[in-house]
């Protein structure tokens, strides 16, 4: 009969991260907390076009403002998409339910 053997995961030493492990975190939580921030800031900008829509004000230099500021914040949620290598931001449109009229002016053909 063989000696049981400590399973081999446990019998390493412990792993310490190099510094570039350590780096490589920081800058992926960094990429998340941006992208978290980018994703409400557009949450927020199109409920925002959404209630004027949905209130019926006929104030169209508000409305030309609320949308600006929605095209900018989706423009700047896109810029971090591709950011991260992903170029299809058909996702992104279906999610947050981006309307044409915001897409349209930031280039974008949805």
């Not at 009969?1 to 992926?28: C, I, N, T, W, Y």
Request: aromatic letters at 4%; hydrophobic letters at 40%; charged letters at 30%.
């Amino acid at each position: 009969m063989s000696p049981l053997r400590m399973p081999q995961h446990l019998a390493d030493p412990p792993h310490v991260d190099s510094g570039e492990a350590v780096l490589r975190f920081k800058l992926l939580e960094e990429l998340d907390t941006g992208l978290k921030r980018n994703e409400d800031r557009v949450e927020a900008a199109l409920a925002a076009l959404r209630r004027h829509d949905a209130e019926g004000r006929h104030d169209p230099d508000l409305r030309s403002r609320l949308l600006e500021h929605a095209a900018d914040a989706v423009w700047s949620l896109f810029v971090q998409h591709e950011a991260c290598d992903c170029a299809d931001h058909d996702e992104l449109v279906r999610r947050y339910g981006i309307p044409p009229e915001v897409t349209a002016r930031i280039g974008a053909a949805h």
